[in-house]
């Protein structure tokens, strides 16, 4: 376990970041960069920032999908 400040700080982004995408990405409410991780949502949310660095942007990681432009 881990708490979200610390992770933040680990991942160079802000507590804030992290608490939006736990909400956006994973439904998890109520949290604040106090709150402590668990395992599962450390891995997710590594996969979302470290593919943020590669290119992808935020609206590919959440699941959500721009319509094409016209």
Same mark, same amino acid.
């Given at each position: 376990?881990?708490?979200?400040?610390?992770?933040?700080?680990?991942?160079?982004?802000?507590? $804030?970041? +992290?608490?939006?995408?736990?909400?956006?990405?994973?439904?998890?409410? =109520?949290?604040?960069? @106090?709150?402590? /991780?668990?395992?599962? $949502?450390? +891995?997710?949310?590594?996969?979302?920032?470290?593919?943020?660095?590669? =290119?992808?942007?935020? @609206?590919?990681? /959440?699941?959500?999908?721009?319509?094409?432009?016209?």
């Amino acid at each position: 376990m881990l708490r979200i400040n610390q992770f933040a700080k680990d991942m160079g982004v802000s507590n $804030q970041e +992290v608490i939006d995408l736990l909400e956006k990405r994973l439904g998890v409410t =109520g949290k604040s960069h @106090s709150s402590n /991780l668990s395992d599962d $949502q450390i +891995v997710q949310l590594k996969r979302t920032f470290e593919g943020k660095g590669k =290119g992808e942007e935020e @609206s590919t990681l /959440l699941g959500r999908h721009k319509p094409p432009p016209m």
